[in-house]
């Protein structure tokens, strides 16, 4: 089954997110050093990430104008009101942290990195899931420690990466057809490093040492594929 991967990434974040829901009770203190300790890690991983690129020019570029498409569009309160309407419908704690904060924070973690197009695409053209079942075992463990502390909301991210994944899974079925193999590792190694400054950002965030609207990035990504098909072309 083509979507297998997917299926298995999205079910263990649910699962990890339920999890750690048991651990809610922990004191507030270690709540708040256990988020220091989980940005940290973020941020650590996402300047790993944006280490990868060749041409450092590419990821500056996809930042600012994704920055800008991301603005015009407001799509961080998009996805903030779509985590809010989630809640009205659910029936939450309303002493804790809400949907809203775990499913934006979750759902740009689980989606912006290169495991989810590189196990998309594997899953497609070779029918191998094996990245995808690694991911989806790191992103449950990220469910758990997530949802300890932003509440429930981790596991509604489980949607948005079922959609995400299996929509690359089934286009790359075609992709090999028309992207050439350069182009194709061209475009992943610089959408990583740009996805890694995302999530740098989404680690600075959750220490709180900003407040960087970081969905208002994402279209950086889609300007990643423009510039590095022009490149190729040139």
């Known amino acids: 089954m083509v979507l297998f991967g997917t299926i298995v990434n999205a079910i263990l974040i649910i699962i990890g997110a339920f999890i750690g829901r048991f651990l809610h009770n922990i004191p507030e203190r270690m709540k708040e050093t256990v988020m220091y300790g989980i940005g940290l890690a973020v941020a650590v991983i996402g300047i790993q990430m944006t280490f990868e690129s060749t041409q450092v020019l590419i990821v500056i570029i996809s930042i600012v104008f994704g920055a800008i498409i991301g603005e015009w569009m407001d799509l961080d309160q998009k996805v903030n009101a779509l985590g809010q309407w989630i809640e009205k419908k659910m029936p939450v704690n309303r002493k804790g942290p809400g949907i809203a904060p775990g499913f934006v924070t979750a759902t740009l973690i689980f989606v912006v990195g290169s495991m989810a197009i590189i196990g998309a695409i594997d899953s497609g053209l070779r029918n191998d899931h094996d990245v995808l079942v690694m991911k989806g075992i790191i992103d449950g463990f990220t469910a758990i420690i997530l949802s300890s502390t932003l509440g429930i909301g981790v596991a509604f991210a489980?949607?948005?990466?079922?959609?995400?994944?299996?929509?690359?899974?089934?286009?790359?079925?075609?992709?090999?057809?028309?992207?050439?193999?350069?182009?194709?590792?061209?475009?992943?190694?610089?959408?990583?490093?740009?996805?890694?400054?995302?999530?740098?950002?989404?680690?600075?965030?959750?220490?709180?040492?900003?407040?960087?609207?970081?969905?208002?990035?994402?279209?950086?990504?889609?300007?990643?594929?423009?510039?590095?098909?022009?490149v190729h072309l040139i």
């Open 158 to 230: 489980a949607l948005p990466v079922f959609l995400y994944q299996g929509i690359i899974t089934l286009l790359s079925t075609q992709i090999s057809s028309f992207v050439p193999d350069e182009l194709l590792n061209f475009f992943i190694t610089e959408m990583t490093a740009t996805g890694g400054l995302m999530i740098l950002a989404i680690g600075l965030n959750l220490i709180g040492l900003t407040k960087i609207r970081v969905a208002n990035l994402i279209p950086g990504i889609l300007v990643v594929g423009l510039v590095v098909t022009i």
